[in-house]
């Protein structure tokens, strides 16, 4: 980068981002193309791609509409890739984002099959040292994280796993080769968004299936349909309204929420509202009304509209009864999508299995004992989510200025100045980090704001001769009441077993992480620290 960081060797860096997902690939691009940087991508997988490398099980789809999962930052790239469906699979994201690697040239500086496993801050010489599993040494002047918010696999302890004799999968590491399902007893555990997707493609392949269901999940019928020639000239003509929508609302989707209030709409005319939405289905559900997740009265509106829908898919009552009890606000986790998802439990070859009633005790060498009996199965699918937002980052040994490290800091849940930085650990970046709106948003424009801020911040430091930039205590510690205010504003909070709040992992401190006060909100509190010269942050030379 500037004079004062002369690179001594092929290792000695200006930055080295961690992870070849959406992030890292964007982050590379600015730093190297438009920064002049010497920087390096170090990724564990042996391809690009990050979420859509590892989550390859059946049906893996975004539940964001396509043209508004991509990146906006190049007019030409928008206008060459052409989607094929409303919701792209995973082998089209995954051909996406090995297209924008070739496109911008970014495998030179890619470094695959390499797992960091250590980053610690040298003070004296203002660098980070970087460790890899595969032995290497990286020193760079930026450490930027890039490892997305759901990647480590949240594997539940259930006793006697080892003792199962069939084979088992978590979706979110799932073999490259496949799984075939045909003639094989197939048990899945998770009914999230992931369980929702892969439930009804794996009940057309196995002999029989066996969803063991914790807690029951309000689903809308994401109608995936594929685009049509005039959607497709509409998206890339209108590109830049399309980004200048998700740029100025709460979830960075490419869809406004209406601005009328459930609780004073007529029924029948709420009634009509919700149909109209249900029949077009996808994310856009939530949109309809503006008071879905701040007033429960409201919320229940769309709860008892979806749980009637339920009831009225699923032909079998005791199914239908375990399906739409549900215990939480509609939204107030994060809201699946489907295809077809309810519709499965009318199949023949569909078993479903209450674990609220029926726990499940132990793992048998044959299957799954519940406290009513063994079901006997050929294969597991655990769908059972990730140690979201803060597990993937904490696997690596991250060790800031004073020899603390990051895990000990966020020992009582994350501690961050806008999702960007943690005080302590200096010129450390995180993207879509704890404490950002992140996964309550469509998430490349999320990604998109937070590799433009960090690459406008280096080339602040660059031109302004500064070598250290470390968020301030004090500012930290307002940020984490500000994320906690606008969480504790919203329904979202009011949910105790939320992987928002970790309360997925057993011993994971509970605390709501990604920011609530919305998208918009945030994008203008980044700008407005920027014009008041980096507020909250330490910059030295
Ligand atoms: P998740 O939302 O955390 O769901 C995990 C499921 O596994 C839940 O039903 C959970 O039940 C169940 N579970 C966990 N541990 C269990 C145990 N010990 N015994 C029984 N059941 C257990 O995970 P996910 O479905 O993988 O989704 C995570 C997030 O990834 C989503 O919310 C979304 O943000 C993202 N995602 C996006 C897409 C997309 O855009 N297409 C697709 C998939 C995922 P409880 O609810 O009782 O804990």
Known sequence: MSKNTQPSGANDLDAVIIGAGFSGLYQLHCLRDQLGLRARVLEAGHGVGGTWFWNRYPGARCDSESHSYMYYFSKELVDEWEWSERYPQQPEILRYLNYVADRFALRSDIQLNTRVESARFEPGQQRWIVTTQQGDRFTARFLITAVGCLSSANIPNIPGLSEFSGKWVHTGQWPHEGVDFSGQRVGVIGTGSTGIQAIPVIAEQAAHLTVFQRTANYSIPARNAPLTTEFKQYAKQNSEEIRHVMNSNTNAHPFRIAQRQAAQTAAAQRQAIYEAAW?????????????????????????????????????????????????????????????????????????????????IERITERGIQTSTGEVVLDVIVFATGFDAMTGSLLKIQIEGKDGRTLKDEWRSGPRTYLGLQTPGFPNLFTITGPGSPSVLCNLPPAIEQHVNWITACIDHMRRHDLRQIEASEDASAAWVEQVNAAANATLLAKVKHSWYLGANVPGKPQVFMPYAGGFARYIDICNQVVANGYKGFQLSR
């Open 279 to 359: 029949q077009k289905g996808g994310l856009q559900f939530r949109a309809t009304f503006d008071d879905l997740l701040l007033d429960e009265a409201a919320n229940s509106t769309a709860a008892d509209f979806i749980r009637k829908k339920i009831r009225a898919t699923v032909s079998d009552p005791v199914k239908a009864d375990i399906l739409s009890d549900i215990d939480h606000p509609f939204a107030a986790k994060r809201p699946p999508i489907d295809s077809f998802y309810f519709e499965t439990y009318n199949r023949s070859n569909v078993d479903l299995i209450d674990l609220r009633a029926t726990p």
